[in-house]
């Protein structure tokens, strides 16, 4: 398993963030159902790996989210439409749409997504789906506030400064 360092919870500092070989080398397999690499202001990177026979749940986001599928078979179902998915691909989900991805194949589904803007709390890991579910039923799994901003107001505030 490739080690990913603990994310901050604090805003991200102005540097960047190198994960190699995201879409060639992340392993077909991980022990954990969601981790959350990165939160930006106005995004937030997420490994998934789901598990064989599994799925991630159907849901609605009131955030845009992009999923890239590095390792085995799914099925997307998004906004009606169904799609087969495999390593390489990837799928594109508008703030509220329904969507549902299943692993149809005999290896765990592994895939990394974007939101934007952030979805979990930014130190999120996940072991399984059910206690992905169960924090996020409990009000545990917030995306921080800070993630939430406006443009407007974290230029008023000096947290970014176009040029």
């Known amino acids: 398993m490739t080690n990913f360092k603990t994310p901050s919870s604090d805003p991200p500092k102005h540097e960047m963030q190198y994960f190699p070989g995201m879409t060639t080398s992340l392993p077909s397999e991980s022990p954990e159902f969601r981790r959350v690499l990165w939160t930006g202001l106005y995004s937030q990177v997420v490994l998934m790996t789901v598990p064989v026979g599994g799925d991630i749940g159907e849901e609605i986001h009131t955030v845009d989210q992009i ?5 085995g078979t799914g099925l ?16 594109v989900v508008p703030a509220g749409t329904k969507h549902q991805f ?3 194949g005999d290896v765990p589904l592994v895939l990394y997504t974007v939101y934007s803007p952030a979805e979990h709390k930014a130190t999120t890991v996940h072991k399984t789906k059910e206690e992905g579910d169960r924090e996020e039923e409990e009000g545990i799994d917030v995306p921080p506030a800070w993630s939430r901003r406006s443009k407007k ?11």
């Open 67 to 71: 999923l890239t599928f590095t390792s």
């Open 76 to 91: 997307a179902q998004v906004g009606g439409a169904e799609q087969v998915v495999n390593a390489g691909d990837m799928v």
């Open 102 to 104: 299943l692993n149809k």
């Open 153 to 163: 107001q974290n230029e008023e505030d000096g947290w970014v400064k176009g040029e």
